[in-house]
């Protein structure tokens, strides 16, 4: 994330200044409500024991349709493109030619030959220009739609009565164009917490009146706004990556050394860099693990971890979580030193602390929350 004044405009800027949000922090050339007045501690509680509404919409999306589309999607990302139904969204593994991951990235298929791409910061329109070269393909960069999200057990009790979509009918990482209070929108039901929670696209001119419509129906839930800082919590306490900060080998990080394994659909007949990122198995410098960390506050990212004065490791998101009670920290750790309970000691600046390797997701190991309707 950067601290430059965003370029692209955001219908919801308003409501975010009521909330106590300003233009200090931007990702993807978008300003971004990083805080509100509110504590970060009980917007965390909103969204695991009721539910939280984000703006996400800065997160970039491009459209891509015609003849070629499903060919051009199935080079760019390691994952079945060609194998999905209309309805459907996966998160795919996006490699350089040398297998390294170049950003974060979701295919969501709206039809037999039209698809939505969301993204990150990284160079996902270059890799998608490369795929797409020689095939009767279109694609054009969406960046006008707005992404609400509400995440949290009550999320599907707070939009169910107000659509006509079959909302308790619909599976994770699936999606269904409707009308949510009489607009039309796209609801999938997914997100970025550990929660059960779904995503909200729809036009600029109509995302003021559902922000507002949303949290009015969710007031006798206990639904409140939050911010980007609680978004930075909940997806660190339930372990979601977030490109580039888990991938700590500056342009050259693989799907082995993250544990996305899962990601790659190895019978594929090709996907750009799988080659590349077949040979590097089995070389992985680190792997994404966890630590619970002996202090009373989160510690910096960039520290360095130690295992009896040996470097094995460093850190690469954290956050103090309240909720758990617990300093949490991903890190990129040496291979030997990644089994649960393995001890090491975090360089925090001037600081020493102990810390050891414990499951994650640090909230809901086994993600039932995510994945259970409520």
């Known amino acids: 994330m950067t601290g430059s004044a965003g370029k692209r405009p955001n219908v919801l800027d308003g409501r975010h200044r009521a909330l106590g949000a300003d233009d200090s922090v931007s990702w993807n050339d978008m300003v971004l409500p990083q805080h509100y007045k509110t504590s970060v501690f009980e917007e965390v509680v909103a969204v695991r024991a009721r539910a939280g509404l984000f703006d996400v919409s800065a997160v970039k999306l491009i459209n891509v349709s015609g003849p070629d589309a499903v060919a051009t999607l199935d080079y760019l990302v390691t994952a079945d493109v060609a194998g999905m139904k209309p309805g459907a969204a996966l998160i795919g593994a996006e490699l350089n030619d040398e297998g390294a991951i170049i950003d974060d990235i979701m295919i969501i298929r709206d039809g037999a030959d039209r698809f939505r791409i969301s993204h990150g910061t990284g160079v996902t329109p ?7 070269k020689g095939k009767t393909v279109t694609i054009t960069p969406d960046n006008a739609r707005n992404v609400l999200s509400l995440q949290g057990p009550a999320s599907l009790a707070v939009l169910a009565p107000h659509t006509p ?18 607009v039309k929108v796209n609801l999938l039901r997914g997100g970025y917490s550990g ?24 007031k006798s839930h206990g639904v409140i706004p939050v911010s980007w800082d609680c978004l930075d919590t909940v997806r660190v306490e339930a372990a979601l990556l977030f490109f580039p900060f888990e991938m700590p080998h500056e342009g050259s990080t693989t799907p082995w050394e993250t544990n996305q394994e899962w990601a790659l659909d190895l019978k594929k007949p090709d996907f750009r860099g799988k080659q590349a990122v077949l040979a590097s198995k089995g070389k992985e410098r680190t792997k994404v693990a966890g630590i619970t960390v002996d202090c009373d506050h989160a510690v910096t990212p960039g520290s360095k971890l130690f295992s009896k004065g040996v470097e094995v ?16 920290a991903l890190v990129a750790l040496k291979p030997g030193y990644t089994a649960f309970g393995t001890e090491v000691e975090v360089a925090d600046q001037d600081a020493r602390h102990s810390g050891r390797v414990v499951q994650i997701p640090f909230y809901d190991p ?7 309707q409520n």
């Open 313 to 328: 490791g460093i850190v690469t998101s954290t956050t103090y979580s309240e909720f758990l009670m617990l300093s949490v």
């Open 165 to 182: 979509a079959a909302l308790k009918d619909l599976a994770y990482f699936h999606h269904v164009d409707t009308t949510l209070f009489g």
């Open 126 to 132: 270059i890799a998608l220009a490369h795929a797409a």
């Open 195 to 218: 929660e059960l929670g779904y995503e909200v696209y729809c036009e600029p001119e109509d995302a003021v009146a559902l922000w507002d419509k949303i949290l009015d129906a969710g």
């Open 366 to 372: 086994l993600r039932r929350r995510t994945y259970t």
